[in-house]
T-cell receptor, first 111, second 115 residues
Framework: DAKTTQPPSMDCAEGRAANLPCNHSTISGNEYVYWYRQIHSQGPQYIIHGLKNNETNEMASLIITEDRKSSTLILPHATLRDTAVYYC????????????FGTGTRLTIIP | KAGVTQTPRYLIKTRGQQVTLSCSPI?????VSWYQQTPGQGLQFLFEYFSETQRNKGNFPGRFSGRQFSNSRSEMNVSTLELGDSALYLCASSLVGNTAGNTIYFGEGSWLTVV
């Protein structure tokens, strides 16, 4: 699986959009971009994933650049409950159930 | 639909003992994976089971083992516990074969403390 690079920490004001970047410059054509978050002492929570098109669900939006070498997770209206460590993972989604976690981005929502 | 269920949630063991952790995947999910999370090493993949067979294994000693039953439920075992085995052990399950890109879902984990 391709390696990802994320900033170690970010702050965001409550109510504003949180934009979390991820670099995955060595991504292969059949690798998806997945985002998870982990709130302290809990299991990682799936947020969203995509291959090459932008994706949106009830939690977030995922913007993938045209060359697929980077992506941005957007939490449109951040709340205090969004404070967590966010992991960007690239993975071949078929025949591979292994996730390789990096160190992620610790997002702190400021009241 | 119930999520991934892990038991027990918390346990304390003594060095040298062994421990068994249990995981019930989401209904219909046939793949179960296990991860270890420690402050020093982060989240690390232990192994993955599908149809009662281990398909993938991480870089852990043989003291760590697992199995999967015909109903997809899984257990992992750690023998001869060491202090460094203190960690959050996470189970994850997935519906293998979804061509849209299948998603792996995690349980809340089992906190193991070795004293």
């Amino acid at each position: 699986d391709a390696k990802t690079t994320q900033p170690p920490s970010m702050d965001c004001a409550e109510g504003r959009a949180a934009n979390l970047p991820c670099n995955h410059s060595t991504i292969s054509g059949n690798e998806y971009v997945y985002w998870y978050r982990q709130i302290h002492s809990q299991g990682p929570q799936y947020i969203i994933h995509g291959l090459k098109n932008n994706e949106t669900n009830e939690m977030a939006s995922l913007i993938i650049t045209e060359d697929r070498k980077s992506s941005t997770l957007i939490l449109p209206h951040a709340t205090l409950r969004d404070t967590a460590v966010y992991y960007c993972i690239v993975r071949v989604a078929l025949g591979n159930e292994k996730l390789t976690f990096g160190t992620g981005t610790r997002l702190t929502i400021i009241p | 639909k119930a999520g991934v269920t892990q038991t027990p949630r918390y346990l304390i063991k003594t060095r040298g003992q062994q421990v068994t952790l249990s995981c019930s995947p989401i209904s219909g999910h046939r793949s179960v994976s296990w991860y270890q999370q420690t402050p020093g090493q982060g989240l690390q993949f232990l192994f993955e089971y599908f149809s009662e067979t281990q398909r993938n294994k991480g870089n852990f000693p043989g003291r760590f083992s697992g199995r999967q039953f015909s109903n997809s439920r899984s257990e992992m075992n750690v023998s001869t516990l060491e202090l460094g085995d203190s960690a959050l052990y996470l189970c994850a399950s997935s519906l293998v074969g979804n061509t849209a890109g299948n998603t792996i879902y995690f349980g809340e984990g089992s906190w193991l403390t070795v004293v």
